[in-house]
T-cell receptor, first 113, second 111 residues
């Protein structure tokens, strides 16, 4: 069963519009990581969240982790064509005992000029 | 510059053939991972190694094998027992409780 659910699966927005991607787990998230991927390339790290209620921003991207540490959101303000790609959330649900991350299925974002 | 290097970028496998994907890192990280990515399926863990000469199976280890003889290297062999090997393979490294660093990936296809 998929332990990390991402929504939506795909998203098409007009340039300049805001958007939100969600990542939800039935288990406690000991660490939540957001990555961006261009098709056929490796994953580029965006942000890491570890504490309940934590919020981080970089340029026009803001990521939040809820107080219960089971849901995270990624918000893009005033989207640009350069934001297009696949966004994946990854999480440590083992409490650090194994060290590997599990991943959601990704959200494909297209930005129309 | 420190980083993680995967090769080759593209690989083709004939039926019954074993192929090996290379992953090298100079970040001095102990832990290394192999993930498989299929369209619309996200990343699934194949094998991981937290220290030299030791490795563990991930969620989809059947048909794959690995070795960890050096800290810098974690090659993945896709054996003939893997009946559906076509996928994008990603290698990653990590320090404890920090982010995963990913290589640029290898696309494996079947001839």
């Amino acid at each position: 069963s998929q332990e990390l659910e991402q929504s939506p699966q795909s998203l098409i927005v007009q340039e300049g519009k805001n958007l939100t991607i969600n990542c939800t787990s039935s288990k406690t998230l000991y660490g939540l990581y957001w990555y961006k991927q261009k098709y056929g390339e490796g994953l580029i790290f965006l942000m890491m969240l570890q504490k309940g209620g934590e919020e981080k921003s970089h340029e026009k991207i803001t990521a939040k982790l809820d107080e219960k540490k089971q849901q995270s959101s990624l918000h893009i303000t005033a989207s640009q064509p350069s934001h297009a790609g696949i966004y994946l959330c990854g999480a440590d649900v083992s409490g650090g005992s194994q060290g590997n991350l599990i991943f959601g299925k990704g959200t494909k974002l297209s930005v129309k000029p | 510059d420190g980083g993680i290097t995967q090769s080759p970028k593209y690989l083709f496998r004939k039926e019954g053939q074993n192929v090996t994907l290379s992953c090298e890192q100079n970040l001095n990280h102990d832990a290394m991972y192999w993930y498989r990515q299929d369209p619309g399926q996200g990343l699934r863990l194949i094998y991981y190694s937290q220290i030299v000469n030791d490795f563990q199976k991930g969620d989809i280890a059947e048909g794959y094998s690995v070795s960890r003889e050096k800290k810098e290297s974690f090659p993945l062999t896709v054996t003939s027992a893997q009946k559906n090997p076509t996928a994008f393979y990603l290698c990653a490294t990590r320090r404890p409780n920090e982010k995963l660093f990913f290589g640029s990936g290898t696309q494996l296809s079947v001839l």
